[in-house]
């Protein structure tokens, strides 16, 4: 089994920048896909962004396409979500999950279809 961990989170104002990372020890990392999503208190986990094993194809939801990258550094078992022009609706707590199936070539953006979850990080953008 994988274990994430997230950070990188924190309090920011609306137009900034952060970079969150997800740390992972355990099973090989280079061979799952990595998901972002977000969580706000009584809403469902929402797809953010996608970045398959290899690093090469990635997908990211509407609301945050050209704003976020997503990425990964599969000799240090970690992925990135690189976070630019944030607004308010951007403020949840993030999530990183590795996908279920070994080298899968889907696109899913279903939270269902990833698992080892990590404790997620909070982003807070004030308006």
């Known amino acids: 089994q994988v274990q994430l961990v997230e950070s990188g989170g924190g309090l920011v104002q609306a137009g900034g920048s952060l970079r969150l990372s997800c740390v992972a020890s355990?099973?090989?990392?280079?061979?799952?896909?990595i998901g972002w999503f977000r969580q706000t208190p009584g809403k469902e986990r929402e797809f953010v962004a996608r970045?398959?094993?290899?690093?090469?194809?990635?997908n990211y939801a509407d609301s945050v396409k050209g704003r976020f990258t997503i990425s990964r550094d599969n000799g240090k078992n970690t992925a990135f979500l690189q976070m630019n022009s944030l607004k308010a609706e951007d403020t949840a707590v993030y999530y990183c999950?590795?996908?279920?199936?070994?080298?899968?070539?889907?696109?899913?953006?279903?939270?269902?279809?990833?698992?080892?979850w990590g404790q997620g990080t909070q982003v807070t953008v004030s308006s």
């Open positions: 355990g099973r090989t990392f280079s061979d799952y896909a």
């Open positions: 970045i398959d094993w290899s690093g090469y194809s990635t």
């Open positions: 999950g590795a996908h279920r199936y070994y080298r899968s070539s889907s696109y899913s953006i279903n939270p269902n279809d990833y698992g080892q």
